[in-house]
């Protein structure tokens, strides 16, 4: 039996669950038990989510959570959920589409009334616990929507978030499209925030290897040489933050994600790969060094480490001016100001950032010494298992194209991890916690494995067990359209399909059933351009679904000899199926040469 009349986030598997097990408020892990009682007492929900890195989310707990008369009136009258939106993406989801389609934009801490059948009344982000920054106090909120609730009493609309629509359009329209949205001053697709666009940076990689195209080469160097040296990047230890708050990419929100370091260490590799930059390989290996510094856990890498050092943004990045020259002799500091501005822009100090993209590895090294004695953020230690495997991915392809072997030996440990760590009883996990197991399961887990080991497989001719036992567990998630999971204590909902930054769910999906189509049946059929910018993880789909060469040979041809639009697997003859003919070659340089 759960006792209501508490705080029962003690024993949560969620570290973002725990940062507010102290608060006066009586939260709840989201339950069938919770969602039952609120029907019996006739409470509204209130209902919270955010994630551990998440700076607004502390803001929120400190202030509001941590108010004696916000709990007491919340304890009266609501019933308190706390979610973790990374362990919990369905709900996330469900929430996020209704507060964008009342309000056109959402973000976190995302907090939702709802009706205790679960019918979402109004939703809204960071809300202080006094008025201020123009926005009434929170105690305020609570009594108006719990009288207007009351007064009313009508039948609430239920939400119900449809699969969004795509709308097919040609290769080049799309690619004009990307062009023309992208501003070379400011390498942003638009003011404001800049999140590293991930899906559309691989997706005009696997494009430009294909035609070459100028203006693609001209966007896509621009946009990785300004993200790898302005604010986004930590220049001394390597990895890269969330986001940027401004279109310059100058200072960022200094959360650090696991997902971001996957997906960048995928995009650095093959940049290193088709463009020919020796600054990117520079990078890509300081992403490894990021994550085994920072990540690594036991076998699997941790979700994430936070924005907050001490409660204090940042504090662990930044520099005063009078800091870096006692650190440095004059003639280094000199050196070092030759690169870096070293003007305060961040509340009075310094966040680093690169005025060219060159290396000062002996200086950059000197001054991690030191910040590495500071104190540090806290880190989320709950192993996703998505996100690992993503990881997994860019680490094998890190592999093949900088010749690392030790990033390849990574990824095949890590693939073991997961299939020994988060597959029980064939059902794969969303997330684990010092060994505990989250219950449910979730399409984008069983689409990353599944493509996670179509990688693999490619590199040892091991696991089509488990890719075959995926495949067909993949499909329980489709029905008339893919949906998001399958759980015991919420309904299912569409599965996302929007790209940004992250490659959605449905995108994961269908990349994984079509990369297990080519590598154990040759057989690979040609996908839709869509919509870019919101869909280049299904565009990332579509090119590789018209341009991937799938070789057979009896000897594993050096990766960095082939094109990156390319899948290896063994085979008695050397032969290259493409846009379904097979050719045959007698030598593997004469393979080699036809794929230039």
Not at 266 to 289: C, M
Not at 506 to 517: C, G, I, P, S, Y
Not at 571 to 582: I, M, V
């Amino acid at each position: 039996m759960i006792n209501f009349q508490r705080n029962n986030l003690d024993n949560a598997l969620s570290p973002y669950l725990q940062q507010h097990k102290n608060n006066p408020v009586f939260w709840q892990e989201w339950s069938k038990e919770a969602l039952e009682f609120a029907k019996q007492h006739q409470k509204l929900l209130f209902i919270s989510i955010g994630y551990s890195a998440c700076h607004w989310c502390h803001v929120m707990a400190e202030e509001a959570f941590s108010n004696q008369p916000i709990a007491h009136f919340l304890n009266e009258h609501f019933l308190s959920l706390k979610v973790d939106r990374e362990q919990r993406p369905d709900i996330d989801h469900y929430f996020m589409s209704f507060i964008q389609a009342a309000q056109g934009q959402g973000g976190w801490p995302l907090n939702v009334f709802c009706t205790m059948d679960l019918m979402p009344l109004v939703a809204m982000t960071y809300v202080p616990a006094e008025e201020k920054y123009g926005l009434a106090g929170f105690l305020e909120v609570l009594k108006e929507v719990k009288e207007g609730y009351e007064k009313h009493k009508t039948p609430v609309k239920a939400f119900t978030p449809s699969p969004p629509s795509l709308i097919q359009l040609p290769e080049d329209h799309v690619i004009q499209l990307i062009l023309n949205h992208f501003n070379a001053a400011t390498a942003a697709f638009g003011p404001g925030a800049q999140f590293p666009p991930h899906c559309t940076l691989l997706f005009l990689l696997h494009y430009d290897e294909q035609t070459k195209s100028l203006k693609v080469r001209q966007l896509l160097g621009k946009l990785l040489d300004v993200i790898a040296a302005r604010g986004l990047h930590d220049h001394l230890q390597g990895g890269f933050f969330r986001y940027c708050v401004d279109e310059n990419w100058n200072i960022p929100h200094f959360e650090k994600m696991l997902y971001d370091q996957a997906m960048l260490l995928w995009v650095y590799s093959l940049g290193y790969k088709v463009l020919k930059r020796p600054a990117y390989k520079i990078i890509a290996e300081k992403i490894i060094r990021c994550l085994e510094d920072s990540f690594a856990g036991e076998g699997m890498y941790y979700a994430g480490i936070d924005a907050d050092t001490g409660h204090q943004e940042g504090e662990t990045y930044l520099w005063t001016k009078e800091e870096l020259q006692q650190a440095l002799p004059p003639e280094e500091f000199e050196k070092f100001s030759g690169l870096y501005s070293i003007e305060e822009n961040f509340e009075g100090k310094i966040h680093l950032i690169k005025q060219g993209l060159t290396f000062l590895p002996e200086i950059e090294e000197k001054l991690l010494k030191i910040r590495k004695k500071r104190k540090h953020p806290s880190v989320d230690r709950k192993y996703i298992t998505s996100w690992n495997a993503l990881t997994g991915i860019s680490l094998l392809l890190a592999g093949r194209y900088l010749k690392n072997t030790s990033a390849r030996e990574k990824a095949l440990s890590l693939f073991n991890a997961l299939a020994q760590q988060q597959v029980k009883n064939g059902q794969v996990v969303h997330s684990s916690l010092a060994g505990k197991l989250q219950a449910g399961a979730f399409l984008e887990d069983y689409a990353s494995l599944l493509l996670f080991a179509t990688y693999v497989y490619e590199e040892t001719g091991k696991h089509q067990e488990l890719m075959v036992s995926s495949s067909k567990e993949l499909k329980n998630f489709k029905k008339t359209f893919w949906i998001e999971s399958i759980t015991e204590d919420f309904i299912p909902i569409p599965a996302q399909n929007f790209d940004h930054p992250l490659p959605s769910s449905t995108a994961l999906a269908e990349l994984a059933q079509w990369r297990f189509a080519a590598v154990l049946k040759n057989k690979a059929g040609k996908q839709f351009y869509y919509s870019p910018l919101q869909h280049d993880g299904l565009n990332l789909l579509a090119v590789l679904s018209r341009h991937t060469h799938i070789v057979q040979t009896p000897h594993l041809i050096s990766w960095d000899a082939l094109p990156i639009n390319c899948i290896q697997l063994p085979g008695k003859e050397l032969q290259d199926f493409y846009h379904g003919k097979y050719l045959a070659y007698s030598h593997v340089a004469e393979l080699v040469q036809s794929l230039q």
